[in-house]
Nanobody, 116 residues
Framework: VQLQASGGGSVQPGGSLRLSCAAPRTIFSVFRPLTVGWYRQAPGSQRELLASITGGGDTNYADSVKGRFTISRDNSRKTVRLQMNSLKPEDTATYYC????????WGQGTQVTVSS
């Protein structure tokens, strides 16, 4: 399973971004039951799990993003999204999607920069 993150960019503090995670090479029957997570890694920091969503739609969030980020999935499109609101400078990082628990393949991720 190879998941690809996209949708990053540069925003001002307080702004919003929506990230997308696609699984173009994964068939629907494999994707649907997967628990998918959004992770991020800032320079000099370890990669952290921010949010995850099960195949049935149950979600979990890290305290650092709870109430600001929302994870959702569209199984018909084999896509998982991360809506990020009220962004802060400390949200600046490279964002990745992967299964949870994570598999070996991480992809390039997508850069999010929050700065005034």
């Amino acid at each position: 399973v190879q998941l690809q993150a996209s949708g990053g960019g540069s925003v001002q503090p307080g702004g919003s971004l929506r990230l997308s995670c696609a699984a173009p090479r994964t068939i629907f029957s494999v994707f649907r039951p997967l628990t998918v997570g959004w992770y991020r890694q800032a320079p000099g920091s370890q990669r952290e799990l921010l949010a995850s969503i099960t195949g049935g739609g149950d979600t979990n969030y890290a305290d650092s993003v709870k109430g600001r980020f929302t994870i959702s999935r569209d199984n018909s499109r084999k896509t998982v999204r991360l809506q990020m609101n009220s962004l802060k400078p400390e949200d600046t990082a490279t964002y990745y999607c992967n299964t949870n628990p994570a598999r070996e393949y991480w992809g390039q991720g997508t850069q999010v920069t929050v700065s005034s």
